[in-house]
């Protein structure tokens, strides 16, 4: 079977710096184990979900291939969804926030390709197979709800972290990490789980990616869809989680309407969840999130944007009035009267206007930072982006003329003009000075010594977002994790016990019908006494085919695992009623 993954129209769309999280998915590692819990959850998901998800669950599950009885291989489920016009990649985990909604921006669904061991087959910490291939895939088959989740990515991709988000985030995919590795000691997740929750206390005022996040989690993760009186689900984290699913149902989680109060809901992804919020259909969704966009600062600029910009230590853009985006990590603001008049970046720096470098304007020019004033002249009305070349001449701004500009807030430039650039409106947006010096009161900022100055032309800060303008200008192949995904060293009698999962897995697909199940079972009781989810498989077959002599020999051992796990009582005793029910087909 290929199991690479192959270029298509979309993920040929995706820039480098995505591409640098993708990881193959090999599809070789799955053991007959994993296969087995992947039918045991979608088993029980389908028999559960068609009572309470959303109609587009079902629906979706046919229309994107996700098989019931096999992981889906990657290139198959993308085949399939480029009809849909959404493709998939897999990744290591979790990764960082704003390259998962940049991910869905270009309409690719991130799938954590790893799958939950047996032991969490109920609910996992860590993003896997399960949780993004069998909740995420299927509801993005509802047209309304997929531009939701794409325009949710375009805006979510562009808010601003916090240096502390960055943490927490690192933190919590570390726990998520340690909790799923099967020889993790309860010290080291205590430890991590302490981490994290002192984190979660001390991240002062949110930040904007730490707010859409919320609405994320309470919408495409843990999203109710109806009214508060008969909800349906169809947030990914519930469709995936045989436990939460059924739980969240109950009168114990309780159900508020979905509004923008969403947004400062905290939420713990290690726990199940006491509250959701339920929305009366999908377009009530793009709703919300334009409410909340109209509060970023992708939108309102200000001196606010550049703060937080600051704040979050990490590249960022602002782009002025006149169209000009100044993209690098900042560092200095002044303002007067709440109005900025003066920026600052440090380190490589580079301009452009919308969304593509000026030329000559890169990080090569501006290796050490790029600093101008914000504003317009002090007791003139009118702003030197709406000067006419009369009015430009009239101030003395032209080219090879000696001027002295002094700006609102105390900042003036001195210097000669050596030109200007222009944008498409024919407005300045840039000014080159030569000789020049640049003073905020008494204060120099900069000299003539330094070279040639480029002053940026803007009255105001209209937006402030995370990451660069143009994404070509900066080397984003960065990312490095400070922890990856366990994958434990298997022990004999694991190896063992995954040889019987394969030899039943074989029969029920026709690969070798000359395996004896009664044999099969006889030492699975023998040499792995606590084993579930093996017998329920041998009993669908024997159920299947009127084995009572097997059926009740099954039985009678599974009675015994019950007593000696009372923990997993029901899980046997759904997977075993799904059977007799007969209705785990779609």
Not at 190 to 198: G, I, L, N, P, Q
Request: aromatic share 8%.
């Amino acid at each position: 079977m290929d199991t690479s993954i192959k270029p298509n129209v979309i993920l040929n769309r995706l820039p480098r710096h995505l591409k640098q999280f993708i990881k193959p998915q090999n599809y070789t590692a799955y053991s007959a184990i994993d296969q087995a819990v992947w039918r045991y959850v979608m088993r029980k998901n389908v028999d559960f979900l068609k009572k309470v998800a959303h109609k587009s669950y079902l629906d979706g599950l046919k229309l994107t291939g996700i098989s019931i009885d096999s992981i889906p291989n990657m290139y198959g489920m993308n085949r399939i969804l480029k009809d849909i016009g959404w493709a998939a990649v897999a990744v290591d985990g979790f990764i960082p926030p704003n390259a998962f909604m940049e991910f869905q921006a270009y309409n690719v669904l991130v799938i954590a390709s790893d799958i939950r061991q047996l032991e969490h087959i109920e609910y996992t910490p860590a993003p896997d197979i399960i949780h993004e291939g069998a909740g995420h895939a299927p509801i993005i088959a509802n047209p309304e709800y997929a531009e939701y989740l794409r325009r949710f990515g375009e805006i979510g991709c562009k808010a601003i972290s916090s240096a502390k988000d960055y943490e927490l985030y690192e933190a919590v995919r570390h726990l998520s990490i340690i909790k799923e590795a099967s020889d993790s000691n309860k010290d080291a997740i205590a430890s991590a789980e302490k981490k994290v929750e002192h984190l979660q206390q001390n991240m002062e005022e949110p930040s904007e990616m730490s707010l859409i996040r919320n609405l994320h989690w309470w919408t495409v993760e843990y999203g109710l869809i109806g009214t508060i009186e008969n909800p349906k689900i169809y947030g990914a984290g519930l469709l995936s989680s045989i436990g939460e699913s059924a739980w969240c149902m109950t009168d114990i989680v309780k159900k508020h309407p979905y509004n923008i109060n969403a947004t400062y809901q905290d939420f713990d992804i290690t726990k199940p969840q006491p509250q959701l919020f339920v929305t009366p259909d999908f377009a009530h969704l793009s709703l919300i999130l334009e409410e909340f966009a109209n509060t970023m600062s992708v939108r309102k600029g200000g001196l606010l944007g550049v703060k937080k910009l600051i704040q979050s230590n990490a590249l960022g853009t602002v782009e002025l009035s006149t169209g000009l985006q100044i993209s690098g990590v900042f560092y200095e603001v002044k303002d007067n009267d709440g109005q900025v008049i003066y920026i600052h970046t440090k380190g490589k720096t580079a301009l452009a206007y919308r969304e593509k470098e000026l030329v000559g304007h890169g990080t090569n020019h501006y290796s050490n930072g790029f600093s101008s004033p914000i504003g317009k002249l002090k007791g003139i009305n009118i702003a030197i982006e709406d000067m006419s070349p009369r009015d430009l001449s009239a101030y003395n701004i032209y080219e090879e003329k000696e001027t002295t500009l002094e700006f609102e807030g105390g900042i003036t430039v001195s210097g000669e003009i050596i030109t200007g650039k222009r944008n498409l409106q024919g407005k300045i947006i840039l000014i080159s000075f030569n000789n020049c010096t640049v003073k905020h009161n008494d204060t120099i900022l900069f000299k003539p010594e330094f070279g040639v100055y480029e002053m940026a032309v803007g009255k105001t800060i209209v937006s402030a977002f995370s990451g660069p303008a143009d994404l070509n200008s900066f080397d984003l192949i960065t990312h490095k994790t400070s922890s990856k995904t366990i994958q434990n060293k298997k022990s004999k009698k694991q190896l063992e016990l995954e040889k019987l999962y394969q030899q039943i897995r074989d029969y029920r697909q026709g690969i070798n019908k000359t395996i004896s199940r009664t044999k099969v079972l006889e030492e699975l009781i023998e040499n792995h006494q606590n084993d579930w989810l093996l017998p329920i498989e041998i009993f669908e077959l024997a159920f299947i085919e009127n084995e009572t002599k097997l059926c009740k020999n099954i039985l009678t051992h599974l009675e015994i695992v019950k007593q000696n796990q009372p923990q997993i009582g029901r899980l046997i005793d759904d997977g075993l009623g799904i059977i007799r029910r007969k209705q785990h087909t779609i």
